[in-house]
């Protein structure tokens, strides 16, 4: 079964920044992408960083050039960098694993920016 379990997350003010990591319990390239996700109060769930087995990125429009995934093989471990936080980031952040016919999913964690 796979785990993961996410970290990093906090309370920080607009314009800081954080840095959240995920921690898989197998090697990543077990998958063809891993990703993070995010759900404000009240919204769904939506995407907001991707990462292939190849290195390729893509974000939503509203993280661009603010946020940054990056992965490191031999650590098992994907990382989200946040700078130049908005109040509209908050909300709980979940890691996310994607096989062929599986999605596996982090506990979350929770990203407060208050303005």
């Known amino acids: 079964q796979v785990q993961l379990v996410e970290s990093g997350g906090g309370l920080v003010q607009a314009g800081g920044s954080l840095r959240l990591s995920c921690v898989a319990s197998g090697s990543l390239f077990l998958f063809n992408r891993m990703g993070w996700y995010r759900q404000a109060p009240g919204k769904q769930r939506e995407l907001v960083a991707r990462?292939?087995?190849?290195?390729?990125?893509n974000y939503v429009d509203s993280v661009k050039g603010r946020f940054t995934i990056s992965r490191d093989n031999a650590k098992n471990t994907v990382y989200l960098q946040m700078n130049s936080l908005k109040p509209e980031d908050t909300g709980v952040y979940y890691c996310?694993?994607?096989?062929?016919?599986?999605?596996?999913w982090g506990q979350g964690t929770q990203v407060t920016v208050s303005s």
């Open positions: 990462i292939s087995s190849s290195g390729t990125t």
């Open positions: 996310n694993a994607n096989q062929e016919l599986a999605n596996y």
